[in-house]
């Protein structure tokens, strides 16, 4: 079955620090890839997206992302967190045969002044 | 601009009570989505329209329904609300499936009371 995990319920850094958000799926074949964040009593923005090529993705608000085959992973990087982004982080996938993305249960980010 | 829509942010209803929530979207967009999102949860997919197309999730209760009038609007309609419906419900859009980015709305915060 097709899934998306991420290992991480909370995760808290301080400020200015680096971060990793894991994330890893399970797909017959490479699905597209997304994170999203979700301020609280908020919908879903898009941070970043995977479908083919670079495996180094550039998104908004200094956020990178690195798909490995390999490890069937892709894992959100932030060089420097500031604390506005304290907030829940979403990975999921999708594929072309489907409209539905799947959804990992999210990483809940604490900033640490 | 705010691209998809959500009325009313947040609405109180009573048990067994119908209810109706409103997504709007000036994107154009071919494809709607209905989320549901408990309380520290994943959103999980409840149905979505690819034009006029109507698409349930085979786990998607009964009392769940779905109306989509025009390319702009979609409704989501709970016949018969229960406690356990209370959630955050998540209106998306995408100009297609799989690899096109979804847009999300703020979301409906339901209590059932």
């Known amino acids: 079955a097709q899934s998306v995990t991420q290992p991480d319920i909370h995760i808290t850094v301080s400020e200015g620090a680096s971060l990793e958000l894991r994330c890893n799926y399970s797909?017959?074949?490479?699905?597209?890839l997304f994170w999203y964040v979700q301020s609280p009593g908020q919908g879903l923005q898009l941070l970043l997206k995977y479908f083919s090529g670079d495996t180094l993705v550039q998104g908004i608000k200094g956020f990178e992302a690195e798909f490995k085959r390999s490890q069937s992973s892709f894992n959100l990087r932030k060089p420097s967190v500031h604390w506005s982004d304290a907030a829940e982080y979403f990975c999921?996938?999708?594929?072309?045969?489907?409209?539905?993305?799947?959804f990992g249960s999210g990483t809940r980010l604490l900033v640490r002044p | 601009d705010a691209m998809v829509i959500q009325n009313p942010r947040y609405q109180v209803t009573q048990f067994g009570k119908p209810v109706t929530l409103s997504c709007s979207q000036t994107?154009?967009?071919?494809?709607m989505y209905w989320y549901q999102q408990k309380s520290s949860q994943a959103p999980k997919l409840l149905f979505h329209y690819y034009d006029k197309d109507f698409n349930n999730e085979a786990d998607t209760p009964d009392n769940f329904q779905s109306r989509r009038p025009n390319t702009s609007f979609c409704f989501l309609d709970i016949r018969s609300p229960g406690l356990g419906d209370a959630a955050m419900y998540l209106c998306a859009t995408s100009r297609e499936g799989g690899d096109t980015e979804a847009f999300f709305g703020q979301g409906t915060r339901l209590t059932v009371v």
């Open positions: 999921a996938g999708g594929m072309d045969s489907s409209y539905k993305l799947i």
């Open positions: 797909y017959g074949a490479t699905p597209y």
């Open positions: 994107l154009n967009h071919n494809v």
